[in-house]
DNA sequence: CGAATAGTGTCTATAAGACAGTATATC
DNA sequence: GATATACTGTCTTATAGACACTATTCG
């Protein structure tokens, strides 16, 4: 079929259109371990399934709107940096019909994230090999399998997130306010899946001048010299 | 409106769903200069006013199958490589109904889109000027005003193509199958808007290990040291 | 003081810019 | 041989890894 043959059998305001959703990628760091934000999802297909939180974009809603709005009723979290991830878009995605989902993506401290845990809402543990990804529920060494293309979504994310983790600000996202360098190494560590140099990664960070000494030393009374904590400057 | 609100209000199989498109940024390179295709509007709104090759998504249509058919039927150019941009969904984009666009990024050797300008087809210079973007008809000192938000759809092909050139091998996509090393520079120059240092440049890209020296030389008979062509390993 | 981590100095390896030199085509 | 560019060798600089060392806090 040629592009005028297409158009002659295509008016937009009259025929099918298709559904388009945001889906929600939020990751955390605890201890040494990824995780991804799932929800029981309430509604048919796949009624009681683990996916991710997503929603349909209203008609008057612009995307980034409808990704703000999942985060705050979906996920449960105050408002925070969301970046488009990518749009996935193939013909058999969703089984009820045709739906075309924008996927974005968040990082969340867990300090911020544990707090909105609840019987429908959790975090699974990511274990990427290579180029796959399973996810198990935390203190579980089962698999959990996500409906529709949700694991290839997570996939994507982890890619994007190693891609832009040396030249952008991402990484703080994922820690509070004020952490020392070695909770900044820990993350970087955790998302590239390898450990780094100590003194060189200090050195990057240092000389990036994004880094602000606040004066503060981390408590916790632990039997060791407490680290200085460091803001990052925004912008 | 919370959630379950919003549930209430918008049944997906009953309520107004948005229309979906894919548009294309396809650069080349014309001398020293980035051009992109443009195509005279053939319906209203905006009728006979320049804009990006795009199309609606069919309902049994993957968005790269759209995006696909765009490059065949519109841009009249053989199949190549595409790749998702991002997808820009302001709820005013379009003044005539809610249009939510898929935007795909690809490159075309001048020499190839060459044969396909016509009346109603042809490139426009980009002049990017640090983070603007203005297009300017080939050998005109005008500037030209794009339909939508079309032009901030380029300066995101921009921001992306100079954020892939170091680590992908998009830029050959620019260049014949046998090329130069000094056309290859130049492409990366281009892009880049800099100048690059010629040695530094063949010491990185023959370490890629994946230019392939044809044996062959170029001709053309110029009054000076022809340079070896190259080719480079798919994968 | 012992323990454990914070933080730094030094050496080495690698990569890129600057610059100038040699090589090789055509005219 | 003149010319213009291809291609390379060398020096310098910046950056990162490896490794070991000093510093500091708490029990």
């Given amino acids: ?59 008057k809603e612009s995307l980034e709107d409808a990704a703000v709005r999942v985060l705050g009723t979906k996920a ?16 058999d995605r969703d089984p009820r019909m045709r739906i075309i989902s924008v996927a974005y993506l968040g990082l969340v401290p867990w300090e911020v994230a544990q707090a909105v845990v609840t019987d429908t809402r959790d975090f699974a543990d990511i274990v990427a090999d290579e180029s796959e990804v399973h996810l198990s529920p935390p203190g579980s060494d089962e698999w959990l399998e996500l409906t529709f293309d949700h694991s290839e979504i997570i996939a994507t994310a982890l890619t994007r997130l190693r891609g832009k983790l040396d ?32 003194p060189a990664f200090r050195k990057r960070m240092l000389d990036t001048g994004r880094l602000i000494p606040t004066g503060q030393r981390e408590s916790g009374g632990a039997a060791f010299r407490p680290a200085e904590l460091y803001r990052v400057a925004r912008g």
């Fill in 1 to 59: 079929m040629n592009e005028t043959e297409f158009l002659k059998t295509y008016d937009p305001s009259a025929f099918e259109r298709p559904s388009v959703t945001v889906d929600l990628v939020l990751l955390t760091i605890v201890r040494d371990r990824l995780r991804v934000m799932l929800v029981e999802r309430d509604q048919q297909p796949a009624l009681d399934e683990w996916g991710l939180p997503g929603t349909f974009v209203g008609i």
């Fill in 76 to 91: 449960g979290l105050p408002s925070r940096r969301l970046e488009q991830l990518y749009t996935f878009g193939a013909v």
């Fill in 167 to 198: 030249w952008s600000d991402i990484a703080y996202d994922l820690l509070p306010d004020a952490f020392t360098l070695r909770e900044l190494q820990i993350v970087h560590e955790v998302i590239l899946g390898r450990r780094l140099n100590k």
